[in-house]
């Protein structure tokens, strides 16, 4: 999945289907932790985007709260940490 930060905050929000507004929100909350430029603008990554349909698939298709979706991702990581560790 590639890292590099490319999609500002709209276009991101429009590539997931969600407002501009509850992508700010899932940052505040630490779902999403997107870079940032010099002049403080949000850049959103393909890994971060892929993480935004994971939350919008976990609240909306499987009825996770967002106190639920972020043990869920808390446990992705740290399963991709074990499996980094491991290689």
């Given at each position: 999945?590639?890292?590099?930060?490319?999609?500002?905050?709209s276009?991101?929000?429009?590539?997931?289907?969600?407002?501009p507004q509850?992508?700010?929100?899932?940052?505040?909350?630490?779902?999403?932790?997107p870079?940032?430029?010099?002049?403080?603008?949000?850049l959103?990554?393909d890994?971060?985007?892929?993480?935004?349909?994971?939350?919008q698939r976990l609240?909306?298709?499987?009825g996770?709260?967002l106190?639920g979706?972020?043990?869920?991702?808390?446990?992705?990581?740290?399963l991709?940490?074990?499996?980094?560790r491991?290689?």
């Open positions: 999945m590639d890292d590099r930060p490319r999609y500002m905050i276009v991101a929000a429009e590539l997931v289907g969600m407002h509850t992508l700010r929100m899932y940052e505040q909350k630490g779902l999403v932790n870079q940032r430029t010099a002049g403080n603008t949000r959103y990554s890994a971060d985007v892929e993480r935004l349909r994971l939350i609240t909306s298709e499987v996770l709260n106190a979706v972020e043990r869920v991702l808390h446990m992705e990581d740290e991709q940490r074990m499996h980094r491991l290689e």
